[in-house]
């Protein structure tokens, strides 16, 4: 009995570390626990359903997205043009010639000016005018503001080619209802879609009026989300409209902001029908845009020229979205 009160009276920290190496050695010695076979086939088969849904969308997108884009980008490396399409191996590999041949053409570059200041005054004047009437609307003090949200949106809705048409005949220099009005007051009128520095202004117009309508919608649902406790609250304190406008309305409204003048920009940098239908981008390439200029190059057969011009345009749209998001994204 003396020998085993002996052998079991050791200390209790010596059976903890005992204990713990047992464990460290157990743990240290087990196997890796092998993944079930079962659920490795769920998670494939649910894998397999989800592509098979995706599937129509995935092989259309490929077809009529990816692989034009990817043709295109390897196009504008080429010297492709129309005469090239039946003998398709005299094409070389000039890398970014047709590039370099951008910054050198007079044309493109007056192109890229005409699209530069549409862009430039275009787009605030379209977010002006579109705050302006969702502002107007909102404040209760038009009546028949149902009526006038659906006249100001009308335009947007409207076939552009039918607006340029209706626009061409009204800035008409003999019988345009424009002209028309300033001679009853005296005023002769100019020929404005045939004067080099009235043509793009007119153009510039024509657009603000056609798309404020759609900002108008968007900034008026941006307007009513805002919480009428905070101009209260602004009042109490002794801040006047301007105020109100500058202090609460402004930074609440600019993801709204963000959103329009992303979505403008990228559409008047794209300005395509305006001058197509109404001036054929002159006079003297006064509205000539970048995009119409792409347009005549694929027309004359210059499909490498064209389409290195078309991801300079690509460019510029991404770099204006940047600097967009940069100036009136969130400062969280």
């Given at each position: 009995?003396?020998?085993?009160?002996?052998?079991?009276?050791?200390p209790?920290?010596?059976h903890?570390?005992i204990?713990?190496?047992g464990?460290?050695k157990?743990?240290?010695?087990?196997r890796?626990?092998?993944?079930?076979?079962?659920?490795g086939?769920?998670?494939?088969?649910?894998?397999?359903?989800?592509?098979?849904?995706?599937s129509?969308?995935?092989?259309?997108?490929?077809?009529?997205?990816?692989?034009?884009?990817?043709a295109?980008?390897?196009?504008s490396?080429?010297?492709l043009?129309?005469?090239?399409l039946?003998n398709p191996?005299?094409?070389?590999?000039v890398?970014?010639r047709n590039?370099?041949?951008?910054l050198?053409?007079?044309?493109?570059?007056?192109a890229?000016?005409?699209?530069?200041?549409f862009?430039l005054v275009?787009?605030?004047?379209?977010?002006?005018?579109?705050?302006?009437?969702a502002s107007?609307?909102n404040?209760?003090?038009i009546?028949?503001r149902?009526l006038?949200?659906v006249?100001?949106y009308?335009?947007v809705?409207?076939?552009?080619?039918a607006l340029a048409?209706v626009?061409?005949?009204?800035?008409?220099?003999?019988?345009g209802l424009?002209?028309?009005?300033?001679?009853?007051?005296?005023?002769?009128g100019?020929?404005?879609?045939?004067?080099?520095?009235l043509a793009?202004p007119s153009?510039?117009v024509m657009?603000?009026?056609?798309n404020?309508?759609?900002?108008?919608?968007i900034?008026?649902a941006?307007?009513q989300a805002i919480?009428?406790?905070l101009?209260?609250?602004?009042?109490?304190d002794?801040?006047g409209?301007w105020?109100q406008f500058?202090?609460?309305?402004l930074?609440?409204l600019r993801?709204?902001?963000l959103?329009g003048g992303?979505?403008t920009?990228?559409?008047?940098?794209?300005?395509f029908e305006?001058?197509?239908v109404m001036?054929?981008?002159?006079?003297l390439?006064?509205?000539?845009?970048?995009?119409y200029?792409i347009y005549?190059?694929f027309?004359?057969?210059?499909?490498?020229?064209?389409?290195?011009?078309?991801?300079?345009?690509?460019?510029?749209?991404?770099?204006?979205?940047?600097?967009?998001?940069r100036?009136?994204?969130?400062?969280?």
């Amino acid at each position: 009995m003396t020998t085993l009160r002996v052998a079991t009276s050791q200390p209790r920290g010596a059976h903890r570390r005992i204990g713990g190496l047992g464990l460290r050695k157990a743990r240290s010695g087990r196997r890796p626990r092998r993944a079930d076979p079962e659920k490795g086939r769920q998670r494939l088969r649910r894998a397999l359903v989800g592509w098979g849904f995706a599937s129509p969308f995935t092989v259309l997108f490929a077809v009529f997205m990816a692989l034009p884009i990817v043709a295109s980008l390897a196009m504008s490396l080429t010297d492709l043009r129309s005469t090239d399409l039946r003998n398709p191996l005299a094409v070389q590999f000039v890398g970014l010639r047709n590039y370099t041949r951008l910054l050198s053409d007079e044309l493109f570059q007056r192109a890229a000016v005409n699209t530069s200041i549409f862009v430039l005054v275009g787009v605030p004047l379209t977010i002006a005018a579109g705050l302006a009437a969702a502002s107007a609307l909102n404040s209760g003090l038009i009546r028949l503001r149902a009526l006038f949200r659906v006249g100001f949106y009308l335009p947007v809705v409207t076939s552009i080619v039918a607006l340029a048409v209706v626009w061409r005949f009204l800035l008409d220099p003999q019988a345009g209802l424009v002209n028309n009005l300033l001679r009853a007051v005296g005023v002769v009128g100019p020929n404005w879609l045939n004067d080099t520095s009235l043509a793009l202004p007119s153009l510039i117009v024509m657009a603000a009026w056609r798309n404020f309508g759609f900002l108008m919608v968007i900034f008026l649902a941006g307007l009513q989300a805002i919480p009428a406790e905070l101009y209260e609250s602004a009042k109490l304190d002794g801040a006047g409209r301007w105020q109100q406008f500058r202090h609460v309305t402004l930074p609440l409204l600019r993801p709204t902001l963000l959103f329009g003048g992303v979505v403008t920009g990228i559409g008047y940098l794209q300005l395509f029908e305006e001058p197509f239908v109404m001036t054929q981008g002159g006079p003297l390439s006064s509205t000539l845009s970048v995009s119409y200029h792409i347009y005549n190059q694929f027309g004359y057969g210059n499909y490498g020229y064209a389409a290195a011009a078309s991801y300079v345009l690509f460019v510029a749209i991404v770099a204006l979205s940047v600097l967009q998001f940069r100036l009136l994204g969130s400062r969280d």
